[in-house]
């Protein structure tokens, strides 16, 4: 069960990929597609400068939006990323992000698996929030040139997505772009090169840590129409939704408004009670004192156990 729902749901991921990314041809012949679709937001972090790319990246949209007045027309990408996350919270990163695919697989490689120690990790998962206010929002509205003009400095600075999407195919295919590379790219090309190593050790590494879009989607996850909701009283506490889960939400409980879930159903597929299900309601909770369902029936086995074992024993 748990093995043939990672494959359909890898089926999913990819099918997203090729359906955000259809003109596989342009990686080999160093061309950026440039028609019409490109004036509308893939869901996901997918780079507009990508040779196969259909559609334009959402965080560029909005760096666009806060470099300069002429670009007000891509307010739209506010509301895109808003009906997107009302909809279906961090979703998108769970099925139809690419880069989120590829750290999936890398994370399948045989190595030591790590976990980033609690506290650490509590301080590493806001920096994804410094991202989002500096890099895609603030410094490109602050930080201008003499006409006005800001940098998109999360794509210019930090994203590794672009540079494995874009930047690699266009360079191997491009011998001008070749004679122009600096420091500049050996910076951003480190940084991607760090992602994907560590992406085979700490499961979704970008993810957690530094993904702007991520954000975005987050803080929506709890008002999201679909979600994933915990029945308290199925849920047994076994403890294997946390271990299975990829971006390490510990808390049965804390799966429906977690900004960290990706809502991707591993939780769901390892739940041996079948207390976790999709949903677009909330799911029954204990009320007050309530005891769930199979623990009340193991104590009424074991009390009962208890005044057979009382009634039967003899009097002293």
């Known amino acids: 069960m748990k093995l043939n729902y990672a494959l359909r749901r890898a089926g999913i991921q990819a099918a997203a990929a090729l359906a955000q990314n259809p003109f596989l041809l342009n990686l080999w012949q160093g061309i950026i597609f440039k028609g019409d679709s490109k004036y509308v937001c893939a869901p996901s972090l997918n780079c507009w400068s990508c040779p196969a790319a259909a559609g334009a990246c959402p965080i560029g949209a909005l760096q666009n939006v ?11 990408a506010l509301g895109f990323l808003a009906i997107v996350g009302v909809f279906v919270g961090r979703l998108v990163c769970g099925f139809l992000c690419l880069f ?9 490689i045989p190595a ?20 989002l206010v500096f890099l895609v929002l603030l410094l490109p509205a602050v930080a201008t040139n003499n006409f006005g003009l800001g940098s998109p400095w999360f794509c210019e600075y930090l994203c590794p997505a672009g540079t494995i999407e874009a930047g690699i195919p266009l ?11 600096g420091a500049l790219f050996d910076w951003k090309l480190g940084v991607a090169v760090a992602v ?20 975005i989607y987050g803080l929506m996850n709890r008002i999201s129409f679909v979600k994933l909701t915990v029945n308290d009283r199925a849920c047994i506490q076994c403890g294997r939704c946390a271990e299975a889960c990829p971006m ?39 009320a007050q004192g309530e005891v769930p369902h199979e623990k009340a029936a193991m104590g009424g086995t074991a009390a009962s156990a208890n005044t057979a074992a009382g009634a039967s024993a003899p009097d002293e």
């Open 248 to 286: 390490d939400v510990e808390a049965p409980e804390r799966i429906p408004t977690s900004a960290e879930c990706i809502r991707c159903g591993v939780c769901k597929s390892v739940c041996p009670a079948s207390a976790i299900q999709w949903s677009a309601l909330k799911a029954p909770t204990l």
């Open 171 to 181: 360079i191997a295919t491009n011998p001008s772009l070749q004679a122009m590379l």
């Open 66 to 76: 806060a470099m300069g007045a002429q670009y007000s027309a891509s307010f739209y």
């Open 112 to 131: 030591p698996k790590l976990r980033v120690p609690k506290r650490l990790d509590r301080v590493l998962r806001k920096a994804k929030y410094l991202v």
């Open 100 to 108: 989120g695919f590829l750290q999936d697989l890398l994370y399948k």
């Open 196 to 215: 994907l190593v560590l992406a085979v050790f700490v499961s979704r590494p970008f993810c957690k840590y530094l993904c702007p879009l991520g954000a």
